[in-house]
């Protein structure tokens, strides 16, 4: 029996650096269920650690502004959008692999992170800093209060 893990959820398609649609993220919009982010599968295309969300969009905000923000997922991207800031990318959660830096250095600009004010960001925010520095990038740090998240704030 086949069930759609994405039922309830308000999908966003993610796309590789070229633009192409790799995979898909879901965020509950009702309280139903706990988890509320949940993501295509692993497959030989999408993989969560090589995948930053808004990658392909980002570019050529990133090289006029010269500094990219890096947020927890695309509720946070969409919500900067909104409010003019379009030099934005997220991790989907606060799992932060060396691909990401890497994927990050390949930017050529300064890096400011921007992860939730719970538990779960503050490590996420470290790991962050732990696997950047290791690359030789220096990020600034914006922390949010307890329990807020960037696309709250």
Not at 77 to 82: D, L, T
Not at 85 to 114: Q, W, Y
Request: proline share 4%; charged share 25%; net charge neutral.
């Amino acid at each position: 029996m086949y069930t759609d893990i994405f039922k309830n959820r308000i999908m966003f398609p993610l796309y590789d650096p070229n633009g192409r649609c790799i995979g898909y993220n879901g965020r509950i919009y009702n309280n139903e269920d706990t988890n509320r982010y949940v993501n295509t599968k692993e497959t030989e295309i999408f993989h969560k650690r090589d995948f930053l969300y808004n990658y392909n969009n980002v570019l050529e905000e990133v090289r006029r502004k010269k500094y990219v923000i890096i947020m927890e997922g695309p509720m946070d991207v969409i919500n900067a959008y909104q409010n003019g800031i379009k030099n934005v990318i997220a991790t989907m959660g606060t799992a932060f692999s060396p691909e990401h830096a890497l994927l990050i250095r390949r930017l050529k600009c300064d890096v400011v992170l921007c992860f939730d004010g719970d538990d779960a960001g503050h490590k996420g925010t470290k790991l962050a800093i732990d696997e950047l520095t290791k690359i030789g990038i220096i990020p600034k740090v914006v922390m949010l209060n307890d329990g807020m998240d960037p696309d709250s704030a």
